[in-house]
């Protein structure tokens, strides 16, 4: 299928069907959406979306960031991503055997890109634009997005709402060093818990030195260096 | 890096003493900063400039010299954003000789379209309209660290829902209430001495149009919560909420 936008009526339709949802979940996708052209409008003939199903929100951010590279403004293209949550909605809300689909807040289906606190959770753009800030190595955002698409770990919760946090290169490759284990390639154990050393903790301390220090200008060791003793069952030092 | 935390030294650098303009050409967009105001800081002038533009996850950073000379260390194309519609910028100082250390900043610089010629001022309270409310009519949203008033678009003619007088008057003090409670209760007030911070243009709000003095400074909840309570019943007052909700009680009746 080629790379469209929704347009208005589209978007009403598609907005009207979550809402169905909530009180039907066994409501069927409507997919005119895809095929009606009131409801849609095509972005470039040329660009093929494919039907993957991404394993991880690293897959789909990688697959995302290929496809959408000639793409003016992209990322603050709402009624783009709508086409795109609608493309992909059987990966996103998959139903179960009962035809049952399980649906998440509205924000995971249409994205807010203004809003830099939640951004992040719009099941597409989120990885997109993480994968995006990081481009010239994205493998240092790999903790933020190792899991499956529908699951936003507290590593990536946690750095993803402050835009200061996340695209810092220094911040995003400690968070990776810190909480992401390439051998199991997820997240190390009790990285997802509140308590000393986790992320939020991570953000904690990181704010407070935000307060006296330009984060920008340090590396990724010297931050590591700075951490309270808290960190060293991640760090392993 | 030494560990040490510094919540005073800072010096908060206003928005309306650096302007940063847009200037378009073949090759991209590129900007232009007028930084000669920092002279009219306490900073030491060999210290380090650096600005930063930003929108959404893009990000990018550019050496300005020194404040004694402020001046581009390399070219000032926004090459990371495709249009520079919604671009902000931070403005950052930072000590030579004490790695990192932050002495002065700025942020949240919109960056000036072309022939645009200074900062407009952003509204007391934003109005969005969103899908995501379900059955409540309006929300109180702080995640974008500065309040917005949510506004239901899933209801018929929703755009006059926040002129309606039934809503300015029973929502309006609610929104105050709720606001000045976030502000003292939640964040604990902590921009009242920065002027463009949401916090101290609420109170300095609240300040104007109610008579109700000076926030209590300690910490007494009891009072804080009387102060709040003085404020909504005097913008109610002023806004003559009882006649506008009396006036369409009538109607409905």
Known sequence: MKLARLKTPGMDRFNDYLGELESDPTAEFPVELLTFLGYFEMIDEELDVLPYKFKTRWDAARYLNTLLSGITDAERDINLWAWLTAFYFDVLCPANDAGERRLRERAAYFPEPENYKRYYRHLLLGPYLIYHAHLDYPARAIALLCKPLHIITDVEAQIAASQELVTNRAVVELATNLYYDPKTKTTKPGAGGKGPGSPRRLVSVLNQFDLTWDLYAATTDELMNLLPKEFEKFSGK | ?253
Not at chain 2, 46 to 56: G, H, I, T
Not at chain 2, 136 to 151: C, N, V
Not at chain 2, 206 to 233: C, H, M, R, Y
């Open chain 2, 1 to 253: 890096m030494i560990r040490r935390i510094n919540y005073t030294n800072r010096i908060r650098i206003r928005r309306k003493d650096i302007l940063i303009k847009l200037r378009e050409q073949t090759d991209g967009n590129w900007f232009d900063a007028d930084l000669s105001k920092l002279s009219d800081y306490d900073l030491p002038p060999e210290s380090l400039v650096f600005l930063e533009a930003y929108r959404q996850t893009n990000w990018m950073r550019f050496g300005y010299g020194h404040v004694g000379a402020p001046a581009p260390e390399k070219d000032l194309l926004l090459k990371q954003f495709d249009s520079p519609e919604g671009i902000l910028f931070r403005v950052k100082v930072t000590a030579l000789g004490d790695a990192h250390k932050l002495i002065a900043e700025a942020d949240a610089i919109p960056l000036l379209m072309l022939g645009q010629e200074k900062i407009e001022k952003d509204p007391l309270l934003s109005v969005k309209f969103s899908h995501e409310l379900g059955d409540e009519i309006y929300r109180i949203d702080f995640a974008d660290d500065r309040p917005l008033l949510l506004i239901n678009c899933e209801i018929e003619n929703y755009r006059q829902i926040a002129h309606s007088r039934i809503f300015l008057s029973l929502v309006y003090p609610a929104v105050l209430r709720e606001i000045l409670t976030h502000i003292i209760f939640v964040d604990r007030l902590h921009g009242e001495d920065d002027i463009e911070h949401w916090h101290y243009r609420w109170v300095r709000f609240v300040k104007q149009f109610s008579g109700v003095g000076e926030l209590p400074k300690n910490e007494d909840a009891d009072e804080q919560t009387d102060w709040i309570q003085k404020a909504v019943a005097a913008f109610a007052k002023k806004q003559k909420t009882r006649d506008k909700f009396v006036e369409s009680w009538r109607n409905e009746l």
